[in-house]
């Protein structure tokens, strides 16, 4: 009788922390996230919001200001460039 207990027991661990494990999310997992640099044109006062960091360098050429990265956003979509 003792057997089958500690047999019941034993199964009822392995399978409850199989379900635990299952769901718990490890705390070095982070959401994949993109940089969203900012840039100030002086001449228009305008401000360019953008992913690429590729066309920050070639604004800055233009005479556009690097404010360096504004934020980091989530990727559940791919990010747009945009005008402010």
Not at 33 to 60: D, M, Q
Not at 61 to 77: D, H, N
Request: hydrophobic letters at 40%; aromatic letters at 10%.
């Amino acid at each position: 009788m003792k057997k089958i207990v500690l047999v019941a027991l034993a199964a009822m661990a392995f399978i409850m922390g199989g379900v635990i494990n299952a769901h718990q999310v490890s705390e070095d997992t982070e959401p994949p996230h993109e940089k969203l640099y900012r840039i100030y044109n002086p001449n228009s006062g305008e401000h360019l919001l953008t992913p690429a960091g590729w066309e920050v360098l070639i604004l800055e050429k233009a005479g556009w200001k690097s404010e360096g990265v504004a934020f980091y956003i989530p990727l559940t979509e791919p990010p747009y460039s945009g005008y402010h």
